[in-house]
Protein backbone atom coordinates (compact mmCIF):
# COMPACT_ATOMS: atom_id res chain seq x y z
CA UNK A 1 0.00 0.00 0.00
CA UNK A 2 1.11 3.20 -1.01
CA UNK A 3 2.43 6.55 1.72
CA UNK A 4 -0.83 8.18 0.01
CA UNK A 5 -3.67 5.49 0.17
CA UNK A 6 -2.54 4.91 3.33
CA UNK A 7 -3.48 8.47 4.49
CA UNK A 8 -6.44 8.83 2.84
CA UNK A 9 -7.35 5.33 4.65
CA UNK A 10 -6.54 6.91 8.02
CA UNK A 11 -8.55 9.69 7.06
CA UNK A 12 -11.73 7.37 6.80
CA UNK A 13 -10.96 5.76 9.53
CA UNK A 14 -10.86 8.87 11.51
CA UNK A 15 -13.83 10.04 10.06
CA UNK A 16 -15.94 6.77 10.83
CA UNK A 17 -14.97 7.24 14.26
CA UNK A 18 -15.58 11.04 15.02
CA UNK A 19 -18.83 10.56 13.03
CA UNK A 20 -20.15 8.15 15.41
CA UNK A 21 -19.69 10.33 18.28
CA UNK A 22 -21.44 13.30 17.02
CA UNK A 23 -24.33 11.20 15.41
CA UNK A 24 -25.22 10.02 19.11
CA UNK A 25 -25.38 13.43 20.20
CA UNK A 26 -28.20 14.18 18.37
CA UNK A 27 -29.55 10.84 17.07
CA UNK A 28 -31.41 9.42 20.39
CA UNK A 29 -33.42 12.80 20.57
CA UNK A 30 -36.11 11.69 18.23
CA UNK A 31 -36.06 7.88 20.03
CA UNK A 32 -36.99 9.16 23.79
CA UNK A 33 -40.40 8.86 23.00
CA UNK A 34 -40.05 5.39 21.67
CA UNK A 35 -37.62 4.60 24.14
CA UNK A 36 -39.65 5.69 27.19
CA UNK A 37 -42.56 3.53 26.08
CA UNK A 38 -40.51 0.46 25.72
CA UNK A 39 -38.55 0.69 28.89
CA UNK A 40 -41.40 2.40 31.27
CA UNK A 41 -38.94 5.12 31.29
CA UNK A 42 -39.88 8.02 34.14
CA UNK A 43 -38.96 11.81 32.24
CA UNK A 44 -35.93 12.02 34.32
CA UNK A 45 -34.51 8.80 33.06
CA UNK A 46 -35.39 9.83 29.80
CA UNK A 47 -33.42 13.14 30.09
CA UNK A 48 -29.79 11.30 31.76
CA UNK A 49 -30.30 9.12 28.40
CA UNK A 50 -29.07 11.91 27.14
CA UNK A 51 -27.33 14.00 29.40
CA UNK A 52 -24.83 10.93 30.79
CA UNK A 53 -23.36 10.67 27.34
CA UNK A 54 -22.78 14.55 27.68
CA UNK A 55 -21.58 14.44 30.88
CA UNK A 56 -18.95 12.07 30.18
CA UNK A 57 -17.97 13.45 27.08
CA UNK A 58 -17.02 16.57 28.16
CA UNK A 59 -15.43 16.06 31.46
CA UNK A 60 -12.65 12.79 29.93
CA UNK A 61 -12.12 14.42 26.60
CA UNK A 62 -9.10 16.19 27.89
CA UNK A 63 -7.51 13.20 29.77
CA UNK A 64 -8.47 11.09 26.70
CA UNK A 65 -6.24 13.42 24.67
CA UNK A 66 -3.36 13.20 27.43
CA UNK A 67 -3.51 9.27 27.54
CA UNK A 68 -2.87 9.14 24.17
CA UNK A 69 -0.01 11.24 23.84
CA UNK A 70 1.58 9.05 26.81
CA UNK A 71 0.31 5.61 26.01
CA UNK A 72 -0.04 5.33 22.25
CA UNK A 73 -2.80 7.32 20.04
CA UNK A 74 -3.03 4.21 17.86
CA UNK A 75 -3.20 1.96 21.17
CA UNK A 76 -6.15 4.50 23.30
CA UNK A 77 -8.36 4.78 19.78
CA UNK A 78 -8.50 1.52 19.19
CA UNK A 79 -9.53 0.63 23.32
CA UNK A 80 -11.63 4.18 23.22
CA UNK A 81 -13.57 2.38 19.72
CA UNK A 82 -14.08 -0.91 21.21
CA UNK A 83 -15.62 1.03 24.15
CA UNK A 84 -17.91 2.75 22.34
CA UNK A 85 -18.91 -0.20 20.37
CA UNK A 86 -19.55 -2.78 22.93
CA UNK A 87 -21.73 -0.09 24.86
CA UNK A 88 -24.00 0.64 21.69
CA UNK A 89 -24.75 -2.77 21.85
CA UNK A 90 -25.35 -2.58 25.50
CA UNK A 91 -27.55 0.14 25.15
CA UNK A 92 -29.52 -1.95 22.18
CA UNK A 93 -29.85 -4.50 24.79
CA UNK A 94 -30.86 -2.71 27.55
CA UNK A 95 -33.97 -3.80 29.41
CA UNK A 96 -34.45 -1.31 31.99
CA UNK A 97 -33.81 2.41 31.94
CA UNK A 98 -30.69 2.49 34.33
CA UNK A 99 -28.73 0.11 32.39
CA UNK A 100 -29.57 2.32 28.51
CA UNK A 101 -28.57 5.40 31.71
CA UNK A 102 -25.25 3.17 32.34
CA UNK A 103 -24.50 2.19 28.39
CA UNK A 104 -24.99 5.58 27.67
CA UNK A 105 -22.30 6.74 30.32
CA UNK A 106 -20.20 3.89 29.47
CA UNK A 107 -20.50 5.33 25.40
CA UNK A 108 -19.27 8.83 26.40
CA UNK A 109 -16.11 7.67 27.89
CA UNK A 110 -15.00 5.97 24.66
CA UNK A 111 -16.27 8.83 22.63
CA UNK A 112 -13.93 10.63 25.05
CA UNK A 113 -10.99 8.57 23.79
CA UNK A 114 -11.62 8.81 19.98
CA UNK A 115 -12.85 12.51 19.74
CA UNK A 116 -9.23 14.26 20.56
CA UNK A 117 -6.99 11.17 19.17
CA UNK A 118 -8.33 11.57 15.89
CA UNK A 119 -7.21 14.52 15.39
CA UNK A 120 -3.75 13.89 16.69
CA UNK A 121 -4.00 11.08 14.65
CA UNK A 122 -4.77 12.91 11.56
CA UNK A 123 -2.07 15.21 12.13
CA UNK A 124 0.46 12.55 12.09
CA UNK A 125 -0.37 11.37 9.32
CA UNK A 126 -0.24 13.54 6.76
CA UNK A 127 1.90 16.17 5.13
CA UNK A 128 1.72 19.80 5.95
CA UNK A 129 0.21 20.51 1.99
CA UNK A 130 -2.36 18.02 2.34
CA UNK A 131 -3.54 18.68 6.57
CA UNK A 132 -5.75 21.77 6.19
CA UNK A 133 -7.77 19.58 3.35
CA UNK A 134 -7.91 16.51 5.55
CA UNK A 135 -9.07 18.63 8.80
CA UNK A 136 -11.71 19.94 6.57
CA UNK A 137 -13.36 16.89 6.00
CA UNK A 138 -12.89 16.47 9.74
CA UNK A 139 -13.99 18.78 10.88
CA UNK A 140 -17.27 18.63 8.12
CA UNK A 141 -17.87 14.87 9.44
CA UNK A 142 -18.60 16.20 12.73
CA UNK A 143 -20.88 18.96 12.16
CA UNK A 144 -22.52 16.19 9.85
CA UNK A 145 -23.20 13.74 12.25
CA UNK A 146 -24.65 16.40 14.50
CA UNK A 147 -27.04 17.77 12.18
CA UNK A 148 -27.95 14.87 10.48
CA UNK A 149 -28.92 12.85 13.41
CA UNK A 150 -32.72 13.84 13.63
CA UNK A 151 -33.23 12.71 10.49
CA UNK A 152 -31.19 9.09 10.73
CA UNK A 153 -32.86 8.57 14.25
CA UNK A 154 -35.90 9.35 12.64
CA UNK A 155 -35.54 6.63 9.46
CA UNK A 156 -34.42 4.08 11.76
CA UNK A 157 -36.87 4.87 14.28
CA UNK A 158 -39.60 4.47 12.38
CA UNK A 159 -38.47 1.61 10.32
CA UNK A 160 -36.58 -0.68 12.70
CA UNK A 161 -37.30 0.61 16.23
CA UNK A 162 -35.20 2.57 19.24
CA UNK A 163 -32.54 -0.13 19.62
CA UNK A 164 -31.68 0.38 15.97
CA UNK A 165 -30.34 3.84 16.45
CA UNK A 166 -27.56 1.64 18.26
CA UNK A 167 -27.36 -1.16 16.83
CA UNK A 168 -25.97 0.91 13.21
CA UNK A 169 -22.89 1.97 15.41
CA UNK A 170 -21.81 -1.87 15.80
CA UNK A 171 -20.74 -2.73 12.17
CA UNK A 172 -19.24 1.24 11.71
CA UNK A 173 -17.50 0.45 14.66
CA UNK A 174 -15.81 -2.99 13.94
CA UNK A 175 -14.74 -1.93 10.38
CA UNK A 176 -13.23 1.53 11.53
CA UNK A 177 -11.23 -1.02 14.20
CA UNK A 178 -10.33 -3.12 11.33
CA UNK A 179 -9.06 -0.51 9.24
CA UNK A 180 -7.57 1.14 12.61
CA UNK A 181 -5.31 -1.61 13.45
CA UNK A 182 -3.98 -2.52 9.60
CA UNK A 183 -3.30 1.51 8.58
CA UNK A 184 -2.79 3.54 12.02
CA UNK A 185 1.10 3.60 12.81
CA UNK A 186 1.74 4.20 16.55
CA UNK A 187 2.85 7.79 17.70
CA UNK A 188 3.14 9.54 21.39
CA UNK A 189 4.84 12.32 22.98
CA UNK A 190 8.26 11.38 23.76
CA UNK A 191 8.56 14.05 26.57
CA UNK A 192 5.82 12.67 28.78
CA UNK A 193 7.23 10.35 31.11
CA UNK A 194 4.64 10.30 34.01
CA UNK A 195 1.06 11.07 34.29
CA UNK A 196 -0.33 13.96 36.63
CA UNK A 197 -2.36 12.07 38.76
CA UNK A 198 -3.21 15.32 40.77
CA UNK A 199 -4.21 17.71 37.47
CA UNK A 200 -5.78 14.23 36.02
CA UNK A 201 -8.09 14.26 39.01
CA UNK A 202 -8.78 17.96 39.48
CA UNK A 203 -9.59 18.63 35.67
CA UNK A 204 -11.82 15.62 35.57
CA UNK A 205 -14.02 16.19 38.71
CA UNK A 206 -14.05 20.11 37.44
CA UNK A 207 -15.39 19.32 34.14
CA UNK A 208 -17.85 16.83 35.21
CA UNK A 209 -19.09 19.13 38.31
CA UNK A 210 -19.52 22.44 35.63
CA UNK A 211 -20.98 20.25 32.89
CA UNK A 212 -23.51 18.93 35.55
CA UNK A 213 -24.24 22.09 36.33
CA UNK A 214 -25.05 22.74 33.27
CA UNK A 215 -26.99 20.26 32.32
CA UNK A 216 -28.97 20.61 35.36
CA UNK A 217 -30.27 23.68 34.19
CA UNK A 218 -32.67 22.65 31.98
CA UNK A 219 -34.77 21.24 35.09
CA UNK A 220 -33.93 23.78 37.42
CA UNK A 221 -33.54 27.73 37.47
CA UNK A 222 -30.07 29.09 37.44
CA UNK A 223 -30.20 29.98 40.92
CA UNK A 224 -31.33 27.09 42.41
CA UNK A 225 -29.20 25.47 45.30
CA UNK A 226 -28.39 22.55 43.12
CA UNK A 227 -26.93 24.54 39.83
CA UNK A 228 -25.25 27.24 41.73
CA UNK A 229 -23.02 24.25 44.29
CA UNK A 230 -21.92 22.42 40.82
CA UNK A 231 -21.09 25.22 38.99
CA UNK A 232 -19.34 26.88 41.67
CA UNK A 233 -17.51 23.36 43.08
CA UNK A 234 -16.78 22.95 39.18
CA UNK A 235 -15.27 26.03 38.89
CA UNK A 236 -13.57 26.01 42.19
CA UNK A 237 -11.67 22.17 41.21
CA UNK A 238 -10.69 24.01 37.88
CA UNK A 239 -9.22 27.09 39.52
CA UNK A 240 -7.25 24.16 41.57
CA UNK A 241 -6.05 22.41 38.90
CA UNK A 242 -4.68 25.54 36.78
CA UNK A 243 -3.28 26.16 39.53
CA UNK A 244 -1.64 22.95 40.21
CA UNK A 245 -0.39 23.00 36.38
CA UNK A 246 1.48 25.59 37.31
CA UNK A 247 3.72 24.35 39.96
CA UNK A 248 4.05 20.50 39.00
CA UNK A 249 7.25 19.64 36.90
CA UNK A 250 4.90 17.05 34.52
CA UNK A 251 1.87 19.05 33.88
CA UNK A 252 -1.12 17.25 32.58
CA UNK A 253 -2.06 20.27 30.70
CA UNK A 254 0.95 22.39 29.65
CA UNK A 255 -0.02 25.83 30.60
CA UNK A 256 2.32 27.56 27.88
CA UNK A 257 0.05 26.73 24.83
CA UNK A 258 -1.69 29.64 26.02
CA UNK A 259 0.70 32.33 26.16
CA UNK A 260 0.24 31.81 21.97
CA UNK A 261 -2.95 33.90 21.85
CA UNK A 262 -3.92 32.23 18.73
CA UNK A 263 -4.07 29.39 20.31
CA UNK A 264 -6.51 30.87 23.14
CA UNK A 265 -8.19 33.09 20.56
CA UNK A 266 -8.94 29.63 18.61
CA UNK A 267 -10.36 27.85 21.36
CA UNK A 268 -12.37 30.28 22.85
CA UNK A 269 -14.12 30.91 19.33
CA UNK A 270 -14.16 26.78 19.02
CA UNK A 271 -16.47 27.63 21.83
CA UNK A 272 -18.70 29.79 20.92
CA UNK A 273 -18.74 28.35 17.93
CA UNK A 274 -20.13 24.96 19.34
CA UNK A 275 -22.64 27.06 21.72
CA UNK A 276 -24.30 28.71 18.70
CA UNK A 277 -24.45 25.87 16.22
CA UNK A 278 -25.77 23.16 19.04
CA UNK A 279 -28.31 25.60 20.40
CA UNK A 280 -29.45 26.72 17.07
CA UNK A 281 -30.04 22.82 16.64
CA UNK A 282 -31.51 22.43 19.70
CA UNK A 283 -34.01 25.03 19.20
CA UNK A 284 -34.72 24.13 15.27
CA UNK A 285 -35.79 20.75 16.31
CA UNK A 286 -38.71 21.96 18.75
CA UNK A 287 -39.50 24.75 16.51
CA UNK A 288 -40.11 22.29 13.23
CA UNK A 289 -41.61 19.47 15.13
CA UNK A 290 -43.42 20.91 18.08
CA UNK A 291 -44.56 23.99 16.35
CA UNK A 292 -44.65 23.45 12.93
CA UNK A 293 -46.04 19.77 13.05
CA UNK A 294 -43.39 18.15 11.01
CA UNK A 295 -42.57 14.22 11.71
CA UNK A 296 -38.67 13.32 12.96
CA UNK A 297 -37.77 12.30 9.43
CA UNK A 298 -39.52 14.86 7.84
CA UNK A 299 -37.37 17.70 10.30
CA UNK A 300 -34.34 15.80 9.55
CA UNK A 301 -34.84 15.99 5.66
CA UNK A 302 -35.45 20.23 6.32
CA UNK A 303 -32.16 20.30 7.80
CA UNK A 304 -30.47 19.09 4.87
CA UNK A 305 -29.59 22.63 3.69
CA UNK A 306 -27.39 23.36 6.22
CA UNK A 307 -25.40 19.66 6.51
CA UNK A 308 -24.68 19.69 2.60
CA UNK A 309 -23.23 22.81 2.61
CA UNK A 310 -20.93 21.71 5.93
CA UNK A 311 -19.85 18.62 3.95
CA UNK A 312 -19.14 20.24 0.74
CA UNK A 313 -17.72 22.99 2.34
CA UNK A 314 -15.57 21.84 4.74
CA UNK A 315 -13.05 20.16 2.53
CA UNK A 316 -12.48 23.57 0.42
CA UNK A 317 -12.21 25.58 3.43
CA UNK A 318 -9.62 23.43 5.26
CA UNK A 319 -7.87 23.23 1.90
CA UNK A 320 -7.79 26.89 0.40
CA UNK A 321 -7.17 28.11 3.94
CA UNK A 322 -3.81 27.58 3.57
CA UNK A 323 -3.55 30.10 0.59
CA UNK A 324 -5.21 32.82 2.70
CA UNK A 325 -4.55 32.55 5.96
CA UNK A 326 -7.09 31.87 8.83
CA UNK A 327 -8.11 35.26 10.10
CA UNK A 328 -10.45 34.98 6.88
CA UNK A 329 -12.08 32.49 6.91
CA UNK A 330 -12.78 32.38 10.07
CA UNK A 331 -13.92 36.01 10.85
CA UNK A 332 -16.05 35.51 7.54
CA UNK A 333 -17.42 31.95 9.00
CA UNK A 334 -18.69 33.86 12.52
CA UNK A 335 -19.93 36.19 10.41
CA UNK A 336 -22.16 34.20 8.10
CA UNK A 337 -23.19 32.16 11.40
CA UNK A 338 -24.38 35.79 12.81
CA UNK A 339 -26.55 36.40 10.36
CA UNK A 340 -28.18 33.29 9.94
CA UNK A 341 -28.81 32.96 13.27
CA UNK A 342 -30.54 36.37 13.51
CA UNK A 343 -32.28 35.58 10.26
CA UNK A 344 -34.25 32.72 12.37
CA UNK A 345 -34.85 34.83 15.02
CA UNK A 346 -37.15 36.69 12.33
CA UNK A 347 -39.53 32.99 12.41
CA UNK A 348 -42.88 33.01 13.85
CA UNK A 349 -45.22 29.95 14.34
CA UNK A 350 -46.83 30.96 10.69
CA UNK A 351 -43.14 30.86 8.97
CA UNK A 352 -43.13 28.68 5.80
CA UNK A 353 -40.10 26.47 5.34
CA UNK A 354 -39.13 29.08 2.18
CA UNK A 355 -37.89 31.39 5.35
CA UNK A 356 -35.76 28.85 6.93
CA UNK A 357 -33.93 27.17 4.47
CA UNK A 358 -31.74 30.02 2.66
CA UNK A 359 -30.66 30.37 6.58
CA UNK A 360 -29.88 27.03 7.36
CA UNK A 361 -27.49 27.71 4.02
CA UNK A 362 -26.00 30.76 5.38
CA UNK A 363 -25.54 28.87 9.02
CA UNK A 364 -23.56 25.88 6.95
CA UNK A 365 -21.73 27.49 4.63
CA UNK A 366 -20.05 29.94 8.09
CA UNK A 367 -20.11 26.91 10.50
CA UNK A 368 -17.99 24.66 6.89
CA UNK A 369 -15.51 28.05 6.67
CA UNK A 370 -14.60 28.65 10.53
CA UNK A 371 -14.49 24.98 12.17
CA UNK A 372 -11.22 23.03 9.92
CA UNK A 373 -9.23 26.18 10.26
CA UNK A 374 -9.53 26.25 13.63
CA UNK A 375 -8.91 23.18 14.14
CA UNK A 376 -5.64 23.13 11.96
CA UNK A 377 -4.88 27.27 14.03
CA UNK A 378 -4.92 25.02 17.14
CA UNK A 379 -2.52 21.81 16.45
CA UNK A 380 -0.20 24.31 14.12
CA UNK A 381 0.70 26.34 17.17
CA UNK A 382 2.36 23.53 19.16
CA UNK A 383 4.52 20.36 18.78
CA UNK A 384 3.41 17.28 17.22
CA UNK A 385 4.29 15.04 19.76
CA UNK A 386 1.69 17.26 22.25
CA UNK A 387 -1.12 16.84 19.83
CA UNK A 388 -3.00 14.50 21.51
CA UNK A 389 -3.47 16.79 24.63
CA UNK A 390 -3.98 19.90 22.03
CA UNK A 391 -6.39 18.06 20.81
CA UNK A 392 -8.54 17.54 23.55
CA UNK A 393 -8.15 21.09 25.24
CA UNK A 394 -10.36 22.26 21.64
CA UNK A 395 -12.62 19.52 21.85
CA UNK A 396 -13.71 20.07 25.25
CA UNK A 397 -13.64 23.90 24.48
CA UNK A 398 -16.07 22.30 21.89
CA UNK A 399 -17.75 19.81 24.50
CA UNK A 400 -17.89 23.12 27.08
CA UNK A 401 -19.73 25.39 24.16
CA UNK A 402 -22.30 23.08 22.86
CA UNK A 403 -23.35 22.20 26.89
CA UNK A 404 -23.38 26.41 27.74
CA UNK A 405 -25.60 26.48 23.86
CA UNK A 406 -27.87 24.47 24.94
CA UNK A 407 -28.40 25.40 29.02
CA UNK A 408 -27.99 29.28 27.99
CA UNK A 409 -29.74 29.28 24.85
CA UNK A 410 -31.98 27.13 26.56
CA UNK A 411 -32.20 29.07 29.39
CA UNK A 412 -33.64 32.46 27.91
CA UNK A 413 -35.97 30.40 25.79
CA UNK A 414 -38.12 29.18 28.56
CA UNK A 415 -37.57 32.34 30.73
CA UNK A 416 -38.98 34.52 27.93
CA UNK A 417 -41.60 32.20 27.08
CA UNK A 418 -43.04 31.13 30.57
CA UNK A 419 -42.97 34.84 31.30
CA UNK A 420 -45.31 34.87 28.32
CA UNK A 421 -47.44 32.43 29.32
CA UNK A 422 -47.92 33.82 32.67
CA UNK A 423 -48.96 37.19 31.40
CA UNK A 424 -51.83 35.37 29.52
CA UNK A 425 -52.95 33.43 32.14
CA UNK A 426 -52.83 36.48 34.86
CA UNK A 427 -55.61 37.67 31.99
CA UNK A 428 -57.88 34.44 32.34
CA UNK A 429 -60.70 34.01 34.97
CA UNK A 430 -59.59 33.37 38.47
CA UNK A 431 -61.19 29.90 38.66
CA UNK A 432 -58.25 28.75 35.43
CA UNK A 433 -55.84 30.70 36.13
CA UNK A 434 -53.87 28.13 38.30
CA UNK A 435 -54.59 25.78 35.99
CA UNK A 436 -53.30 27.65 32.86
CA UNK A 437 -49.47 28.18 34.90
CA UNK A 438 -49.41 24.75 35.33
CA UNK A 439 -49.15 24.32 31.84
CA UNK A 440 -45.70 26.17 31.49
CA UNK A 441 -43.26 23.65 30.95
CA UNK A 442 -45.44 22.27 27.90
CA UNK A 443 -45.25 25.85 26.43
CA UNK A 444 -41.39 26.03 26.98
CA UNK A 445 -41.14 22.92 24.77
CA UNK A 446 -44.03 24.32 21.84
CA UNK A 447 -46.22 21.82 22.50
CA UNK A 448 -49.46 23.82 21.22
CA UNK A 449 -51.48 20.82 20.19
CA UNK A 450 -50.98 19.35 23.73
CA UNK A 451 -51.65 22.33 25.06
CA UNK A 452 -54.88 22.55 23.08
CA UNK A 453 -55.67 19.47 24.19
CA UNK A 454 -55.41 20.12 27.78
CA UNK A 455 -56.76 23.49 27.55
CA UNK A 456 -60.25 21.88 26.44
CA UNK A 457 -60.39 19.86 29.34
CA UNK A 458 -58.65 22.26 32.54
CA UNK A 459 -60.53 25.58 30.74
CA UNK A 460 -63.29 24.59 28.78
CA UNK A 461 -63.48 24.28 25.09
CA UNK A 462 -64.11 27.72 24.17
CA UNK A 463 -60.09 28.54 25.45
CA UNK A 464 -58.53 25.47 23.58
CA UNK A 465 -57.86 27.35 20.57
CA UNK A 466 -56.61 30.57 22.17
CA UNK A 467 -54.46 29.10 24.85
CA UNK A 468 -52.36 26.89 22.01
CA UNK A 469 -52.12 29.78 19.29
CA UNK A 470 -50.84 31.68 23.05
CA UNK A 471 -48.72 28.84 23.45
CA UNK A 472 -46.97 29.03 20.54
CA UNK A 473 -46.31 32.58 20.49
CA UNK A 474 -44.80 32.45 23.75
CA UNK A 475 -42.37 29.53 22.49
CA UNK A 476 -41.72 31.42 19.27
CA UNK A 477 -40.51 35.15 21.41
CA UNK A 478 -38.44 32.90 23.70
CA UNK A 479 -36.82 31.08 19.96
CA UNK A 480 -36.12 34.82 18.74
CA UNK A 481 -34.85 36.22 21.63
CA UNK A 482 -32.38 32.94 22.43
CA UNK A 483 -31.37 33.33 18.27
CA UNK A 484 -30.32 37.19 19.29
CA UNK A 485 -28.49 35.75 21.98
CA UNK A 486 -27.15 33.66 20.06
CA UNK A 487 -26.19 35.73 16.92
CA UNK A 488 -24.13 38.37 19.09
CA UNK A 489 -22.02 36.11 20.94
CA UNK A 490 -21.33 34.77 16.77
CA UNK A 491 -20.82 39.00 16.59
CA UNK A 492 -18.44 38.89 19.59
CA UNK A 493 -16.28 35.43 18.69
CA UNK A 494 -15.74 37.13 14.94
CA UNK A 495 -14.42 40.33 16.96
CA UNK A 496 -12.05 37.61 18.78
CA UNK A 497 -10.88 35.96 16.25
CA UNK A 498 -10.30 39.30 14.33
CA UNK A 499 -8.06 40.08 16.58
CA UNK A 500 -6.09 36.67 17.99
CA UNK A 501 -5.71 34.79 14.47
CA UNK A 502 -3.65 35.72 11.85
CA UNK A 503 -3.89 36.70 8.70
CA UNK A 504 -1.41 34.78 7.58
CA UNK A 505 0.81 31.60 9.40
CA UNK A 506 3.73 32.63 11.59
CA UNK A 507 6.26 30.64 9.27
CA UNK A 508 4.87 33.14 6.53
CA UNK A 509 3.87 30.65 4.36
CA UNK A 510 0.28 31.63 4.72
CA UNK A 511 -1.22 28.28 5.80
CA UNK A 512 -2.72 27.28 9.20
CA UNK A 513 -0.98 24.19 8.64
CA UNK A 514 2.54 25.08 7.97
CA UNK A 515 3.65 24.98 11.95
CA UNK A 516 3.04 20.98 12.61
CA UNK A 517 6.06 18.93 13.04
CA UNK A 518 5.32 16.13 10.66
CA UNK A 519 5.91 12.42 11.50
CA UNK A 520 5.54 10.10 8.09
CA UNK A 521 3.77 6.86 9.13
CA UNK A 522 5.38 3.62 8.83
CA UNK A 523 5.42 2.04 5.49
Keep these: ?64 GKLGDRFGRRRLFLLGLAIFTVSSAACALSQTDAELVASRAVQGVGGALMGPLSLSIIVAAFPKARLPMALGIWAGASAFGLAIGPLVGGVLVDRAGWASVFWINVPIGLLAILVSWIVVPESSDPTTRALDIPGTALATAGLFSLVWGLIDTSSHDWGSSDVLVRLALGSALLVAFFAWEARTPEPMLPLGFFRSLRFSAANAVMLALGFALLGTIYFLTLFMQNVQGYSAIDTGVRSLPLTTMIVVVAPLSGRFSGRFGPRLFVVAGLLLCALAIFGLSLLDARSPYSAIWPWLVVFGVGSALAMPVLAATVVADVDEA ?138
Design 1 to 64: MNRVNRQWLILGAMVFALFMVMLDMTVITVALPSIGRSLNASEQSLEWTVNAFSLALASLTLLG
Design 386 to 523: KAGVASGVLNTARQLGTALGVAVLGSIGATVARNDWTTFAAGLPAAIEARARALAPLVVLGQGSSIGTLAGQLLGPQAAALASSRALDAFCHGMQQAFVAGAAVGLAAAGLALVGLPSRDRHGTGGVAAGVAHTEPAP
